[in-house]
């Protein structure tokens, strides 16, 4: 990466810099519906002006009938709610245990059940090993001949 | 009150669309009504909510022609999607041609503010719109409806040079939409450790922006096991993090009677990963909602000036 080569795109961001081309869709876009800013009051909040350009200072209106459709149920939107206000402090730690950090690279349960594992082909090899010994030392006196 | 958010880059494979539904699902489960609408005629955020691909006609159709939207209500407890497809591809065209004919469209705002949370009287809190890449007019009709921007970007250069493309065309969207806010940038898909990478992406980050909106402070790590454990299964990153846990019980169970363990539909990531990814979704949500209430904050302060 190299920082310096990036171009400053700041003013596109903010509206310093105008932009290199109009909007493809602004022609033909119906009047639009642009929120009213959130306010204090919750009457505030449930108006909605009607904007076509950009007039800094609207006034608000009664929200008309979007185009082509059935208009939008008269709804009351309640008091505005701060989306983060009940928002833990950032740096705190969100879901996942101080323990879960620390055995990041480590899972306990998988070590066990690979040691688990391990031990069932100890006990399996055992077993074969086993029963092939004593299958030998059964049938060594047969082979012997001392048994008939 | 609802607010609605883009997100949106003009480059694809950059997190968009599973960044989107992080986001949705970790402030639903956290008790907010959220509403999510998919513009991209992909429709991949079927894939990570867990519900069937759709064609997108309904949503194509209010915004071509001001039809009513249909909702899939209920994909999660406070989450409903209204979903996209490829009958998407259709608006470009029907922008196109209209535009020859000086005839105008009712566009997505409408479609959008006719969506209403079911059988509660208060509206969504939250509208997240997922964008396709390579579509402006669709991106363009997503920032003129849109009240905040949000930007995940990859570390690479051809993800940083994505950057351009939306500035370009947020920049446009603004003379039909002069309230659209950039929210921040969002780093996604970084490798956990890469310490040094992350700041030096940031700091480009922060010189590209020149001021303009904050890099969140909260990257999306890059978990390969985790995002295919949660594509496949539907899951959102807190919901398999839950998943493991359950999955635990069950190893313990297997373990305590013996029984070998089958790994065939075993989970492919471990479930400290799975903690860990949830983890930073649920900060970039709480960082992302406090951006959005400092930004409020600061528009009453404003209008009571």
Known sequence: ?148 | MRRVVAIANGKGGVGKTTLTAGLAGQAASEGRRVLVVDTDPQGNLGRDLGYGLQDGSSLSLAITHGLPVEVSRGVRDGLDVVPGGPALWDVGAAFTSRGARGASLPGLRPAVDRVRPEGIEKDYDLVLIDTPPGEPILQELVFAASDYLIIPTRSDEASLDGLVVVAQRFAAARTVNPDLTLLGVVLFGVRAGSTRLIKRVESALDETLGGAAPVFGTSIRYLESAAVDMRSRGLLPHELERVHHGDKSARINRLRKGVKVDTGDSLLSRDSSAARLAGDYTALAHEVLAAITERERRSRVEVAV
């Open chain 1, 1 to 148: 990466m190299t920082p310096n080569s990036r171009p400053n795109l700041g003013g596109l961001f903010t509206g310093s810099t105008p932009p290199e081309r109009s909007s493809a869709v602004a022609a033909q876009l119906g009047p639009r519906l642009v929120t009213a800013p959130p306010a204090a009051d919750s009457k505030d909040v449930t108006a909605a002006r009607e904007s076509t350009g950009p007039s800094p200072e609207p006034e608000p209106e009664p929200e008309p009938a979007p185009t082509g459709g059935t208009p939008a149920p008269n709804v009351a939107s309640g008091p505005v709610r701060e989306l983060g206000a009940e928002v833990p402090p950032l740096g705190a730690p969100v879901g996942q245990s101080t323990v879960a950090v620390a055995l990041e690279f480590i899972d306990p349960l998988r070590v066990v059940e690979r040691y688990f594992a391990f031990l069932q082909v100890v006990l399996d090899v055992n077993r074969r090993a086993a029963i092939a010994l004593t299958t030998a030392a059964i049938s060594l006196p047969r082979r012997a001949g001392i048994w008939r």
